[in-house]
């Protein structure tokens, strides 16, 4: 991983404490998209794993992958594809429901979008507990049978996310982590 990196952005991002409740801190990755350079460094490095690992599809969780999800598919000249919130998807949808703190979620990805030989990459802006990622792991394997990547800005190391994910047998990257 790029050291150069991972120290600017754990200088830049910018941590709010207290937020969206008392004794969270909480990464505001916005920083990196307030600023050009960084979020060229970070579409690269992302750039990097994609090709490491032959990526033919980037898969964005809503909505914080949304922003770095089409710029490493446009980067790479390969498609980019939504997981979605319920309800927010048109035509056929594989769907996949799972727990929160308080109560459950569900999220959606277009039955179609993703073929049996498609080696996708998944990013997301952070991994915490790991309850999304670990949701769109169990959506995609109803899609695609290879081995699935994992990608991430931060890693709340501390909250046992990327431990579970990777325990799933998949690639995991995360350019910086931090405790949550």
């Given at each position: ?11 830049e ?64 000249s ?46 997301d802006?952070?991994?915490a ?52």
């Open positions: 991983m790029n050291k150069r990196l991972q120290n600017k952005l754990e200088k991002i910018r941590v709010i404490p207290d937020f969206p409740i008392k004794g969270i801190l909480f990464q505001d990755i916005f920083s990196i998209t307030e600023n050009p350079k960084i979020l060229k460094d970070v579409v690269n490095e992302l750039s990097i794993q994609c090709k490491k690992y032959k990526i033919t599809k980037i898969i964005g969780i809503e909505a914080r992958g949304f922003i770095f999800g089409p710029l490493v598919a446009q980067k790479n390969i498609p980019f594809v939504p997981i979605r919130k319920k309800g927010k998807l048109p035509g056929k949808i594989m769907k996949k429901k799972y727990k929160l703190e308080y109560g459950y979620d569900q999220i959606e990805i277009q039955k179609y979008s993703i073929l049996d030989n498609d080696k996708v990459m998944v990013i802006d952070l991994i507990t790991g309850g999304t990622a670990i949701a769109s792991y169990k959506l995609l394997r109803g899609l695609t049978s290879k081995k699935l990547t994992f990608s991430f800005i931060i890693d709340l190391y501390n909250l046992g996310g990327s431990k579970k994910l990777k325990a799933l047998n998949n690639n995991i990257c995360s350019l910086i982590k931090v405790k949550g």
